[in-house]
């Protein structure tokens, strides 16, 4: 006789997956860890449906390597497959890159004169790829930082105290930042000019102007001392005129 059906199911076997001990990478830096299972028959295959940081790879082997060119934290879930279509996964492996650290160095030079040329530059170490440059804080007037190249330049009227902060950002977005760097634009050399005429005779109109050197935008004229009463100084033209009795 015939027996019924017999019907023998084989389940697939039990596949673990450990996750490397290591989860930190940093920009730009080389990157390799190896993944490993248990329990799988003929081969091993691995994959993953994660993100992955741009310039790492996950192998059929198990290895994560590469290069990594982007910051921040993925979350990673590797599973394999062996020879018999059975799988596993492992638990979830939180990979965090850091950026790469960027120093800025400062300017030496940080004192300029209103009405000339300044020109300075800044530097970095530790960034990859194209750098932008960039500040904080208040620039006098005229005065800009290039963005390419981290000179700062340019010819300014406006005098002051100007702290500021420079930013190297790198082609990974990484960014360094210098500590505060004080701009100090001094005031121009003016030299005044006094009028040829010096005696007036009293009771006679007199009117002389005084000149000057190196100014930049409106002068205002102002003086110290006791004229005589009835001439004066005029504060937006530097004429000196009127008529006095007093001798």
């Known amino acids: 006789g015939t027996g019924a059906t017999y019907t023998l199911v084989i389940n ?68 394999v497959t062996d020879g018999n279509g059975c799988t596993g996964s492992g638990s979830t492996y939180t990979l965090t890159i850091a950026c790469n650290v960027i120093s800025v160095t400062n300017a030496v030079n940080n004192t300029g004169t209103a009405g000339t ?33 981290g000179v700062l330049s340019g010819t300014t009227s406006v005098t002051g105290s100007f702290p500021i902060t420079v930013t190297a950002t790198d082609g990974n977005g990484c960014t360094g930042t210098g500590s505060t760097y004080t701009l100090i634009i001094n005031c121009q050399t003016i030299s005044v000019t006094n009028p040829g005429v010096s005696t007036v005779q009293a009771g006679t109109a007199f009117d002389q102007t005084f000149t000057a050197t190196g100014i930049l935008g409106t002068a205002t004229w102002s003086e110290t001392g006791a004229l005589p009463s009835g001439i004066t100084l005029n504060t937006s033209t530097g004429h000196l005129a009127g008529t006095t009795n007093a001798i």
């Open 12 to 79: 697939c076997n039990a596949i673990s997956v450990t996750n490397p001990v290591n989860t930190s990478g940093t920009v730009a830096s080389p990157f390799s860890e190896q993944f490993t299972s248990s329990g799988t028959l003929i081969s091993a295959n691995y994959s993953t449906a994660s993100t992955l940081p741009t310039g790492l790879t996950l192998s059929s082997s198990g290895l994560l390597s590469g290069t990594p060119t982007q910051s921040g934290t993925f979350p990673i879930v590797v599973t």
């Open 117 to 149: 040329l300044f020109t300075a530059t800044f530097s970095q170490s530790g960034g990859h790829g194209t750098i932008t440059w960039s500040e904080t804080g208040a620039l006098p007037a005229g005065i800009t930082l290039d963005p390419s190249s």
